[in-house]
């Protein structure tokens, strides 16, 4: 275990978008050290919790067992199957702390940051395809297009190529050396040039985005009339897509002008308006740096049927 703590970032704000009821069921997607999970339930919420990472199961049992949550090894985005499979088809709230924990990255062997020399991984299911395996086998192209990408690093094809210059490489070290070596590092440097190149990196290893994007659509399944969404962001990738999101299922996408063709009716809003984002305050930022770049967004539930739904049959004709 890492003698750091790990402190969950905007918990205060993600309970009062929660606004738990006693004896209602709720989903923390990402559990992690449990954090949200333990506070939901404190709160007098039937909490299950799912997490891909096999240390945060292990781990948790004990915290889960304490505080009555159901902990449910899986991604969050086959949350609604794997619920189905225990008799639950609705739930009054949904959260979701996107991105990598602090658990995983104080961690050498799981090979997620350059602070410490480690095994080069960053599975978060600590299995299949690792960062070393697409770094040592991969094209200098797709390597440069998932720098870019994931990483908004605009020299990214300079990045690539160092890195296939550099194979094989297996360890966190030598790829934080290669990385600074290409876009050159000076020691006074506020940010470590290799920060972009490993988020990159894990981000495509874990199909990071695209598990947030079936998340969103499984919560949005289900989610009862009422039932709230909250989701925490660290970085403009993650929360543009949350963004979009629920611009598009609150029918916030905008009407026509008297310039354009006014637009057709689409489905019914599937969420009310959105709240405004919110952010950490001075108070939490001095306690928990962390907390910088996170973004909470949170939306509740409307009675329309999610965009996901099969669409009502229509009656066979008596022709037929």
């Given amino acids: 275990m890492s003698a750091a703590p790990h402190i969950p970032v905007l918990l205060d704000e993600v309970l009062d978008a929660l606004a738990i009821a006693p004896g209602e069921i709720h989903v923390d997607g990402t559990f992690g050290a449990g954090g949200y999970s333990s506070a939901m339930a404190k709160a007098g919420a039937r909490v299950f919790a799912f997490d891909r990472d096999p240390d945060a199961i292990r781990e948790g049992k004990a915290l889960a067992d304490a505080h ?73 192209e797709d390597i440069a297009d998932v720098i870019y990408r994931y990483g908004e690093e605009p020299r990214s094809r300079r990045v690539a190529r160092a890195i296939v210059e550099a194979r094989p490489l297996e360890r966190t070290a030598q790829l934080a ?45 289900l989610l009862e009339e009422g039932g709230r969404l909250a989701i ?39 969420f009310a308006k959105p709240a405004k984002p919110v952010r950490a305050g001075d108070a939490e930022l001095a306690r928990n740096p962390r907390a910088r770049s996170a973004t909470l967004r949170s939306a509740v539930r409307t009675a329309a049927p999610s965009r996901l739904s099969p669409a009502p049959s229509s009656p066979r004709s008596s022709h037929a």
């Avoid at 086959?78 to 702390?97: C, H, I, K, S, Y």
């Avoid at 924990?101 to 961690?107: H, I, K, V």
């Avoid at 006074?188 to 998340?215: C, M, S």
């Avoid at 929360?239 to 002008?257: C, M, P, T, W, Y």
């Fill in 68 to 140: 009555g949550i159901t902990l449910i090894p899986g991604e969050f985005s086959r949350m609604a199957q794997l619920l189905a499979e225990r008799d639950v088809d609705r739930v009054a709230g949904v959260t979701l702390d996107i991105g990598v924990s602090s658990m995983q990255l104080d961690r050498p062997e799981r090979g997620f940051s350059f602070q410490a020399d480690g095994p080069l991984d960053m599975t978060m299911s600590q299995g299949g395809m690792s960062a070393a395996d697409f770094l040592n086998t991969a094209p200098e």
């Fill in 177 to 221: 050396a290669v990385v600074r070596k290409a876009l050159g590092h000076k020691p006074h440097d506020k940010k470590d040039p290799a920060t972009r190149t490993f988020q990159a990196i894990r981000i495509h290893v874990n199909r990071e985005l695209e598990e947030l994007e079936r998340g969103l659509e499984a919560a949005e399944e």
């Fill in 232 to 270: 925490v962001t660290f970085h403009s990738l993650e929360d543009r897509i949350v963004k979009q999101f629920l611009r598009n299922r609150s029918g916030g996408e905008g009407a026509g002008s008297r310039h354009l063709p006014e637009r057709t009716a689409g489905p019914q809003p599937t």
